[in-house]
């Protein structure tokens, strides 16, 4: 069980790399800021916070895992925080509310990134480490859900009212189904963070330990699948998506 979670936990990665990667050097050409906020959120969660949290738990001692822990947090609130950011800048630039939700994600991420290294950096047991890891759980996990709640339904809004006009020529297709397929990701990834949630605080051992790696693989590997399919789309995949819509 765990070399098939570790294994889609890589693949995830990998995933996340590669198309956070892509966007970082389409931003470079484009300059683009947009661009720049989604790929490194990207690169910061699945090529650095993701594996760095992960390697911290099984290859290091306690102390130096507590070190390590704090240092994947930083780079994962950041990393939603620029989730947050490119909502924002792309569906609601200008939007004076939009604004003030900004303003809240980053007092929230300071007082997350405080208060979660003082408490890390002071664990001299296990007990202690998950307890911390309980206490203070809640704030990445309800900023992901929120991230990508908000991110989804932007996406699928948008995706709503530009479908019309691609029936007229007025929208190209490709650009109207990444739409659709950013809303998918962003909707499987609430329904994998409300369950992991779930089942780790309100779940006994076999939840936390059994069906949550399950469930977060199976919720991964979709992620993936999508993600690939929005940013790096093969020339089949596009081509089929134009034809489509065509007829």
């Given at each position: 069980m765990q070399i098939m979670?570790?294994?889609?936990?890589?693949?995830?990665?990998?995933?996340?790399?590669?198309?956070?990667?892509?966007?970082?050097?389409?931003?470079?050409?484009?300059?683009?800021?947009?661009?720049?906020?989604?790929?490194?959120?990207?690169?910061?969660?699945?090529?650095?916070?993701?594996?760095?949290?992960?390697a911290g738990r099984?290859?290091?001692?306690?102390?130096?895992?507590?070190?390590?822990?704090?240092?994947?947090?930083?780079f994962s609130i950041a990393g939603i925080f620029l989730l947050f950011t490119f909502t924002a800048h792309v569906f609601y630039k200008g939007r004076r509310w939009a604004q003030f939700v900004l303003?809240?994600?980053?007092?929230?991420g300071i007082y997350y990134l405080v208060g979660h290294g003082?408490?890390?950096?002071?664990?001299?047991?296990?007990?202690e480490a998950l307890a911390v890891q309980f206490r203070w759980g809640p704030f990445t996990i309800l900023g992901?859900?929120?991230?990508?709640?908000?991110?989804?339904?932007?996406?699928?809004?948008?995706?709503?009212?530009?479908?019309k006009r691609v029936a007229f020529g007025l929208a190209d297709p490709v650009v109207v189904n990444?739409?659709?397929?950013?809303?998918?990701?962003?909707?499987?990834?609430?329904?994998m963070t409300v369950t992991a949630g779930v089942l780790i605080y309100a779940g006994g051992p076999v939840a936390r330990d059994l069906i949550q790696p399950i469930t977060t693989s199976i919720g991964g590997l979709a992620d993936s699948i999508i993600m690939l399919l929005a940013f790096t789309p093969p020339k089949a995949y596009t081509d089929a998506v134009r034809r489509r819509a065509a007829a």
């Open positions: 979670v570790l294994t889609v936990l890589a693949t995830l990665c990998v995933v996340w790399n590669v198309v956070g990667i892509k966007i970082l050097l389409r931003a470079r050409r484009t300059r683009g800021f947009a661009e720049f906020s989604l790929g490194l959120a990207f690169f910061l969660l699945g090529g650095i916070g993701v594996p760095l949290n992960a099984l290859l290091a001692s306690l102390e130096v895992a507590q070190v390590i822990a704090v240092f994947a947090s930083t303003v809240f994600v980053a007092a929230m003082i408490e890390r950096l002071a664990v001299e047991t296990r007990e992901a859900l929120f991230a990508f709640a908000w991110a989804g339904a932007a996406a699928f809004a948008h995706w709503l009212k530009l479908r990444r739409l659709l397929l950013w809303s998918l990701c962003g909707l499987i990834s609430v329904a």
